[in-house]
């Protein structure tokens, strides 16, 4: 569950807007009347502001006298809810807001408890057209009826803990706990869409990535010179400095993330059919601690890949490969391709792409483990034998798969000269 908050000025506008009657909505909402607060019965949207009016009569200084919330509960927690469920929620998330105070690094109270609930205010239920996803509208007055300002000093982050306060009393899932489900899957598609470009353009990018059902906010400074972007998807938005790794998908770092993965690409390809490949690894020298670059020869025998892997399940990403000039897609889970991504930091090894097409090549079945041909002393081939255990968990195959890529052909660290 998300919630937000914030104090306005223009509080005649957003009543408006909650109570269905502004003229400036392209797509109206299906609106229900939840319940008002402290406010004679039946008032549009002007007897409401008027009413307000009254209470803040004597406190014109105050310049934001509206506190505009939203709350935002997931679509599958509240699909049976009457507008008895809808009160309670609302009284539920009133009473942890209320109850909250904003303390600094010392302890010292510097936003002390607001009294809503002794406020003149007004609840909607939105249910957007398209979807049908609800959201709770609030407009409530800056001053309670006993004449006490209503505190508004980080009031975004007394709605947030409100709403992950009510979420954990019902076991809902937390606003908290979707970003981090979901922050994964958003990095993940932001690489995809740099690796499936076949030259930089940030229109590219940006439509390729409204293609996969992102709205794209693009902040721009009053010369037009782009500064930042978000990307947002249902309720959560995702600033691009929290998205990949050291801000990687920055806007002033995004044309240089995608240079170094294009770099990485346009190495050798992976694997063909019953191929011989050839790659550069590092072999012990029995009876020294030296070590020597050897040529060693790989047989790799293609296989038929496990059928799970070539459709999409809940918890899986597209990946690429391509094999004897045509391109196979297959759905990789979530978790190993983290795994992948850990083992083969692009940023930290130069033949990233190479090791994760094998890898991916060895977890989906397409490719039986080879043996390695030292060709020379210290060297020898890998007799275990190979395959995936009963008891093995998706997350050890792909660790398994990495080491076993990484031991074919090698990692090759990046060595440009960094500041």
């Known amino acids: 569950m998300i919630g937000k908050a914030k104090s306005i000025s223009h509080g005649i506008n957003d009543i408006r807007y909650i109570t269905g009657e502004s003229r400036n909505k392209k797509h109206p909402e299906l609106i229900f009347h939840v319940k008002d607060n402290l406010l004679p019965p039946g008032l549009d949207a002007t007897g409401i ?18 506190i505009r919330i939203e709350v935002s509960p997931a679509k599958e927690h509240t699909k049976d809810f009457t507008i ?61 009826e006993r004449g006490n300002i209503n505190n508004d000093h980080d009031i975004h982050l007394r709605a947030q803990r409100a709403a992950e306060r009510v979420a954990l009393k019902r076991g809902w899932t937390t606003a908290a706990k979707v970003r981090e489900t979901n922050i994964g899957q958003v990095n993940r598609d932001c ?49 691009a400095s929290e998205l990949g790794r050291g801000r990687n998908f920055m806007a002033s770092k995004l044309e240089s993330t995608w240079k170094k993965l294009h770099a990485v690409s346009k190495t050798a390809k992976q694997t063909s059919s019953a191929a011989v490949i050839t790659r550069p690894v590092t072999i012990p020298v029995k009876g020294t601690t030296s070590v020597m670059p050897r040529q060693t020869s790989v047989q ?44 083969f ?50 997350r050890e195959w792909a660790r398994r798969c990495a080491r076993e890529a990484a031991r074919v052909i090698g990692k090759k660290p990046k060595t440009e000269r960094k500041r």
């Open 84 to 144: 008895d469920d809808w009160q309670r929620l609302w009284d539920d998330f009133m009473s942890e807001f209320d109850n909250i105070e904003l303390l600094d690094k010392n302890g010292k109270n510097y936003s002390p408890k607001t009294n809503l609930k002794g406020s003149k205010g007004t609840v909607r239920l939105h249910l957007e057209s398209k979807s049908g996803i609800p959201h709770l509208h609030g407009a409530f007055c800056r001053i309670d």
């Open 300 to 343: 790799v025998q293609r296989t038929a890949p496990v059928p799970q892997y070539t459709v999409y399940r809940p918890g899986t990403s597209p990946y690429h490969i391509d094999i004897d000039e045509e391109s196979r897609r297959f759905f990789i889970p979530d978790e190993a391709l983290d795994v992948f991504n850990d083992e």
């Open 49 to 66: 502001w008027d009413s307000m009016q009254l209470t803040l009569e004597k406190f014109k200084r105050v310049r934001n006298s509206v």
């Open 191 to 239: 690489m995809e869409t740099l690796q499936s470009m076949e030259s930089w353009s940030w229109d590219e990018y940006v439509a390729r990535l409204r293609s996969k059902g992102y709205e794209f906010w693009e902040l721009r400074d009053n010369k037009k010179i782009l500064r930042g972007y978000v990307l947002k998807k249902g309720n959560a938005r995702y600033k």
């Open 345 to 394: 930091d692009y940023r930290e090894t130069a033949n990233s792409r190479d090791l994760t097409d094998m890898a991916v090549a060895l977890f989906v079945g397409m490719l039986d483990a080879p043996a390695v041909l030292s060709g020379g002393g210290g060297g020898g081939s890998n007799d275990l034998p190979w395959g995936r255990r009963e008891d093995e968990d998706e």
